[in-house]
């Protein structure tokens, strides 16, 4: 059994719990708050064994085996390195860190205490994703051609400028909140490397990239245009196009429904979509693995080392980086 512990009890944290519930071998034991209302809080809404009013407590104690983290990013390598120094695997939203140089430190630690690190890139493991990625590697509709995906949605509508999105200091910003999801999915098709890339980006005035469209040409010839949006709704979905038909994904980034040539399928997940990732990653630790088939280590990293390019593209420096 994997006994799960959880950091950052918000609104993304409630829909994990929920799915816990559909996997067999996986169990929320604990949840740690920064303080003691946010304990008693969390003991009442979501009824933990255990409650710890500091992540620490919770890192040092021998009632969990594993946590999820879902605290904005900017917190992911400091909590994600608490945890993996006490012998904890570690289930880290996306994005995993960051940048690179965060996620080497926690790639090292993960190695030295032999724990399993996952990103929770929880769209890679839907069943709509995992059929389009099918499709691809059985080269059923022939040499992908090109690929666009629109993702974005009005987060940033009467949010005080000193919010997560709109700081920098707190690396925020479409980019890793919304272009990471398109990235990973760009990732998990190509099979080749970048040739050319071209990034714009609009800027909003707390200088945080609000909207992006990063174009990518790999070495196969295949075209990805790439659009992310904090600031506006822009369609959602994915088309991909072949030598031999097209495939449209309805919802991109919790894709129940995909159109092949024109023809509606329905491909379900189960739950709120995210029972899919934890039984992925509770499977991995029951078969005493560290490193997850649908989005490893080495995705991950790949992953970062583009986004790290894509900023440097486009000027993006976080202050906390200089």
Request: contains cysteine; proline residues 3%.
């Amino acid at each position: 059994m994997v006994k799960f512990g959880i950091v950052g009890a918000g609104g993304i944290a409630k829909k994990f719990i929920h799915d816990m519930t559909y996997v067999e071998n996986a169990k929320l034991v604990a949840i740690a708050a920064r303080t003691p209302e946010k304990a008693a809080a969390y003991k009442k809404e979501y009824h933990p064994e255990y409650v710890f009013s500091t992540y620490e407590e919770m890192a040092k104690s021998d009632v969990i085996n594993a946590v999820y983290i879902a605290t904005p990013h900017n917190f992911h390598y400091e909590h994600a390195l608490m945890f993996i120094k006490e012998g904890k695997h570690v289930l880290i939203e996306k994005p995993i860190t960051v940048n690179t140089k965060q996620l080497d430190l926690l790639l090292a630690a993960a190695k030295k205490h032999k724990v399993l690190m996952m990103e929770a890139m929880w769209t890679s493991f839907l069943p709509a994703t995992q059929w389009v990625k099918t499709m691809i590697n059985q080269n059923l509709l022939g040499k992908l051609k090109k690929v666009v995906i629109n993702f974005g949605f009005p987060l940033t509508i009467n949010k005080k400028i000193t919010h997560r999105l709109l700081n920098l200091e707190l690396a925020g910003g479409g980019l890793l909140d919304m272009g990471v999801y398109p990235i990973h999915f760009y990732l998990s098709v190509s099979k080749s490397e970048v040739k050319s890339l071209n990034v714009k980006a609009q800027f909003t005035k707390t200088h945080v990239d609000g909207t992006g469209i990063i174009g990518i040409i790999d070495e196969d010839q295949t075209e990805y245009i790439l659009k992310y949006s904090i600031n506006k709704l822009i369609g959602n979905k994915a088309v991909l196009t072949f030598e031999h038909g097209e495939i449209i994904m309805k919802d991109f980034h919790s894709c129940q429904e995909v159109k092949l040539n024109g023809r509606s399928m329905p491909i379900p997940f189960e739950g709120e979509g995210f029972t899919h990732e934890i039984r992925s990653f509770t499977d991995t630790i029951l078969a005493n693995k560290l490193n997850n088939p649908i989005v490893s280590l080495e995705d991950s990293k790949k992953s970062m080392l583009l986004l790290d390019r894509i900023r440097n593209e486009m000027n993006l420096v976080y202050p906390f980086e200089k």
